[in-house]
């Protein structure tokens, strides 16, 4: 079984946010993930403008009138 739990390193110790539900001395991988202005921050509409949809979009396709009578 994996189980995932938020934490965070903080001078030697990795403090987590809540009790795990595991047996004692049980394996565990720690992964580091590395803060960047960027990833803190979600810019929403950064792709306005940019994604075009014709006014035929949901007319049916020609190839396929032979699968659609």
């Known amino acids: 079984m994996l189980t995932t739990i938020k934490g965070v390193?903080?001078?030697g110790k990795i403090i987590l946010s809540e009790e795990p539900q595991v047996h004692e001395k049980?394996?565990?991988i720690v992964t580091f993930l590395e803060r960047t202005p960027d990833s803190q921050v979600?810019?929403?509409g950064i792709l306005k403008g940019k994604i075009l949809v014709p006014?035929?979009?949901d007319e049916?396709?020609?190839d396929l009138n032979e699968?659609?009578?």
Request: charged residues 40%.
């Open 9 to 11: 390193y903080d001078h």
């Open 26 to 28: 049980t394996e565990v």
């Open 42 to 44: 979600r810019k929403l």
């Open 55 to 57: 006014d035929d979009f």
């Open 60 to 62: 049916p396709l020609d």
């Open 67 to 69: 699968y659609m009578s």
